[in-house]
């Protein structure tokens, strides 16, 4: 059997050294075929993150055209022991609009493909309040951590199978973050004069654009906060149960996984819109409402450390 590394018999002599010759190669090359060894008491670990099936792990292809993604699951789909970043997301407005996969597929970074649910993608746009954004597992920071953010975001899977979000276009009210977060990870954000303002169920979410432009463009939408959703549709798991971001930075595409609570979400009515943070992003404007709309009081999140994607 030479090609499968178990022909162990020619190189070893009669006798009893023979035999013990025969015994050690033998031993060894089960090691290297199962994986076990004399201080493995399992399979041998295949790379970080590769998702692992019920009977054995595998590698996944570089070429993620053909590969599964992971399951939507209600909570995280990996731990994060370490943060690198902590932070709340309060007062979230999600709008979502359906896209053909085959238009947003340009704008993912390499490594990745458009993540889909019955054959089509979609389009994000969350407006929300950053609360104490802070570095490792600190406490954050109350004035320069604390801030309005509206993000235009599409949905990618990468050759190990992780489902993420990519950012089109992240406007912040903070000038400090913006700077950091475009100077590490090249997320593209940008500094923008944004307010949240709350009139008993409505909530109204403004962002005008200061640096680095298109100077001027604006977003106004309104929502009306309605009752707690107790079981989410598979589309609504589809756009907020993300567990990490990719991003293209230093000539690579990396992926940063983040942890926080199960989502709870509410009903919402769209009230008003006018936007044209999704045009900016490359996008199509939207000719229609969206085709979700929802609203969630918040979570704390954690974010661990980036790794390439292979």
Do not use: K
């Not at 954004?133 to 599409?154: I, Q, S």
């Not at 199978?161 to 276009?169: E, I, M, Y």
């Not at 590490?184 to 949240?196: D, G, H, N």
């Not at 045009?279 to 969206?290: D, E, K, N, Q, V």
């Amino acid at each position: 059997m030479r090609g499968s590394g178990l022909d162990v018999t020619a190189a070893a002599s009669s006798g009893p050294r023979g035999r013990r010759d025969r015994s050690r190669a033998t031993r060894h090359a089960s090691e290297r075929t199962t994986g076990r060894g004399p201080e493995t008491a399992g399979p041998t670990r295949a790379w970080p993150d590769t998702p692992v099936c019920p009977d054995r792990r595998r590698r996944l292809p570089r070429d993620n055209a053909g590969v599964d993604a992971e399951a939507v699951t209600a909570e995280a789909a990996r731990p994060v022991r370490r943060p690198v970043l902590v932070q709340w997301w309060r007062d979230l407005a999600f709008l979502h609009w359906a896209v053909d996969p085959a238009a947003v597929a340009p704008l993912l970074p390499p490594g990745t493909r458009p993540d889909v649910l019955d054959g089509r993608t979609y389009v994000g746009l969350v407006a929300f309040r950053m609360v104490r954004l802070g570095l490792l597992a600190g406490p954050g920071l109350p004035y320069l951590g604390t801030f309005c953010e509206t993000n235009v975001r599409l949905y990618s899977v990468d050759t190990a199978g992780r489902r993420a979000v990519v950012f089109r276009s992240l406007d912040a009210a903070r000038l400090l973050p913006v700077l950091a977060a475009r100077a590490s990870l090249r997320l593209p954000y940008l500094w923008s004069r944004m307010r949240l303002h709350r009139d008993g169920d409505v909530l109204t979410y403004t962002c005008r654009r200061r640096w680095p432009g298109p100077r001027g463009t604006r977003s106004a939408l309104s929502v009306r906060v309605g009752a707690p959703i107790a079981e989410p549709s598979p589309l609504e798991h589809f756009v907020t149960a993300r567990w990490g971001l990719h991003t293209r930075a230093y000539g690579r595409t990396l992926h940063l996984p983040n942890v926080h609570p199960r989502w709870p979400l509410h009903r919402a009515e769209l009230v008003h819109l006018d936007d044209q943070l999704v045009g900016a992003a490359g996008l199509a404007a939207p000719s229609s409402g969206p085709v979700s709309v929802l609203w969630s009081p918040g979570v704390p999140v954690r974010f661990g450390a980036p790794a390439a994607v292979r």
